[in-house]
T-cell receptor, first 112, second 112 residues
Framework: KAGVTQTPRYLIKTRGQQVTLSCSPISGHRSVSWYQQTPGQGLQFLFEYFSETQRNKGNFPGRFSGRQFSNSRSEMNVSTLELGDSALYLC???????????FGQGTRLTVV | SQKIEQNSEALNIQEGKTATLTCNYTNYSPAYLQWYRQDPGRGPVFLLLIRENEKEKRKERLKVTFDTTLKQSLFHITASQPADSATYLCALDGLGGYALNFGKGTSLLVTP
């Protein structure tokens, strides 16, 4: 069974640009969550989607957005990039609430 | 505010010994707690999930305890091996079980 796939693995962007990250969940998993990981803050929850609907959102500015498609694949978008957005962005899929999460390898975003 | 605390100092132990990692939380009433392993540059990998009504759970060389009175979980790796060297993350359910709140992790180094 294929795991969670995130693309691209690495990205370098300039301040002010926008970026789109992609996540393909494990087949059959309808819940997709996104997390930001930085050395200072650790892993922080961004948002969670289920059946194309955002069910929950973490404490991040509106520049961070996402969506989920009918095949459960998800994308997240960050607009007007700031240096502080440099982080490892992780996507996780699960069968539903209160179950284990399966993470992808992450996308390492560097904003210069 | 809700807090999840893990030892920020790295834990160094000798191969064959038992490693014990601690996760303490405040202002939480979690329905379950999870432990993940993360290697550098990779996404977290699920290890164990323990529910609030369970005191202890085991899987091979791993054991987790969950004390809701002390608000603490202990994670044990018995007969540790150098391959166990990684960062171990504790996570509690948040937002009704639709998100995970992570501690910042404890780095474990097992030396031969």
């Amino acid at each position: 069974k294929a795991g969670v796939t995130q693309t691209p693995r690495y990205l370098i962007k300039t301040r002010g640009q926008q970026v789109t990250l992609s996540c393909s969940p494990i087949s059959g998993h309808r819940s997709v969550s996104w997390y930001q990981q930085t050395p200072g803050q650790g892993l922080q929850f961004l948002f969670e989607y289920f059946s194309e609907t955002q069910r929950n959102k973490g404490n991040f500015p509106g520049r961070f957005s996402g969506r989920q498609f009918s095949n459960s694949r998800s994308e997240m978008n960050v607009s007007t990039l700031e240096l502080g957005d440099s982080a490892l962005y992780l996507c996780a899929s699960s069968r539903g609430r209160n179950t284990e999460a399966f993470f992808g390898q992450g996308t390492r975003l560097t904003v210069v | 505010s809700q807090k999840i605390e893990q030892n920020s100092e790295a834990l160094n132990i000798q191969e064959g010994k038992t490693a014990t990692l601690t996760c303490n939380y405040t202002n939480y009433s979690p329905a379950y707690l999870q432990w993940y392993r993360q290697d550098p540059g990779r996404g977290p990998v699920f290890l164990l999930l323990i529910r609030e009504n369970e005191k202890e759970k085991r899987k091979e060389r791993l054991k987790v305890t969950f004390d809701t009175t002390l608000k603490q979980s202990l994670f044990h790796i018995t007969a540790s091996q150098p391959a166990d060297s990684a960062t171990y993350l504790c996570a509690l359910d948040g937002l009704g079980g639709y998100a995970l709140n992570f501690g910042k992790g404890t780095s474990l180094l097992v030396t031969p």
